[in-house]
């Protein structure tokens, strides 16, 4: 084999992998971060603040459903650890439950939901993923 097929044969299927790359799948396999850093967007912090203030309460830390919040309640938040939950939602249905509350999407009212975050589409992508990094 030449040098020049030997680098084709290296560099082609990478190239491809990178090509594959990119979109929500992607994205949402990336690591998060929980901690608020100074050099963090705004959209990027107040995802962080809403996860640790208000979510993790019912949800808990690593996302099992077993915040303190939501022990008494008759419906109890899933584990997002939950490869097949993981699998049947899509970042928009996981948006408007976080925006609108459980009842907007015939669940829960006790998922209460942050209507503060309307609009917000930064914070929005970066708590769909924290939800998503539970499932990795
Ligand atoms: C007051 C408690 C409470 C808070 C606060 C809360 N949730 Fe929930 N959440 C729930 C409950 C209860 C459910 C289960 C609803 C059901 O299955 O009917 C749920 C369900 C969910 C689901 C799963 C939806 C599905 O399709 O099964 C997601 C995703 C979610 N919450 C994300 C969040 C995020 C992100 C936050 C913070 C912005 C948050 N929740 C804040 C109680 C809460």
């Known amino acids: 084999m030449s040098t020049k097929q030997l680098i084709l044969t290296l560099t082609l299927p990478a190239l491809v992998a990178?090509?594959?790359?990119?979109?929500?799948?992607?994205?949402?396999?990336?690591?998060v971060s929980l901690v608020v850093e100074a050099t963090d967007t705004q959209g990027v912090k107040d995802a962080k603040t809403a996860w640790a203030t208000l979510c993790v309460t019912c949800h808990g830390a690593n996302g099992l459903g077993d915040g303190a919040a939501s022990a008494a309640f008759p419906v109890k938040p899933r584990?997002?650890?939950?490869?097949t939950w993981q699998a049947s939602v899509d970042d928009a249905h996981i948006?408007?439950?976080i925006v609108e509350g459980g009842a907007s999407v015939g669940k829960s009212a006790l998922m209460t939901g942050a209507p503060h975050l309307k609009g917000n589409d930064e914070a929005l992508g970066y708590l769909v993923r924290i939800v998503r990094s539970f499932g990795n």
């Open 18 to 31: 990178l090509a594959s790359c990119g979109g929500d799948a992607a994205k949402n396999a990336e690591p």
């Open 79 to 83: 584990s997002f650890a939950d490869k």
């Open 95 to 97: 948006k408007k439950i």
